[in-house]
């Protein structure tokens, strides 16, 4: 059976729900707090402070709204617990097998994609050739920079 929505770690729920809060509570306040102190100062019509708040109260409600409708489509997936095969919430390390640069990666959904935090989407051309595979598997994954071949040196973190 095909899930329909975007696949999050559980983990990645509650960090998704956690700057939902943030965002819908203390920093919804703080914006209104400026509005409130601008409107204070007098004519709104050249209130630099008075736009700015403005333009930062419709930019957080635009990333409220973004962040609501991912928590409405979010289908937490659980990390795969097989320690012989790549899976959704593996970590893995491969090595190029041209270069023998090797990278470490975590697999999550694409909305938790950070690779600054070693995270890749699953749906990313890397994961998607390592899915199902064990250490030792080499693969081929085309990039555009071109093909590459990632062994699967290791699973876990």
Do not use: C
């Not at 770690?9 to 707090?33: F, N, S, V, Y």
């Not at 390390?93 to 999550?108: C, I, K, P, S």
């Amino acid at each position: 059976m095909e899930q329909s929505g975007e696949s999050i770690t559980p983990e990645g729920l509650e960090a998704l729900k956690a700057e939902l809060d943030e965002l819908e509570g203390p920093r919804r306040r703080e914006i209104a707090a400026r509005i409130q102190r601008a409107r204070e100062l007098g004519d709104l019509k050249e209130n630099a402070e008075y736009h700015q708040a403005k333009d930062d109260q419709a930019h957080l409600e635009t990333r409220i709204a973004g962040l609501v409708e991912r928590r409405r489509s979010a289908v937490v997936t659980e990390i795969s617990t097989n320690q012989n095969v790549v899976g959704f919430g593996s970590t893995v390390t491969l090595v190029d097998v041209d270069t023998e640069r090797t990278q470490t990666w975590t697999f999550v959904g694409q909305a938790e994609a950070d690779t600054t935090a070693g995270k890749i989407s699953i749906e990313s051309p890397v994961a998607q050739a390592v899915l199902g595979r064990a250490v030792g598997d080499i693969v081929d994954v085309t990039t555009p920079r071109g093909v590459r071949h990632l062994r699967v040196e290791k699973l876990g973190s």
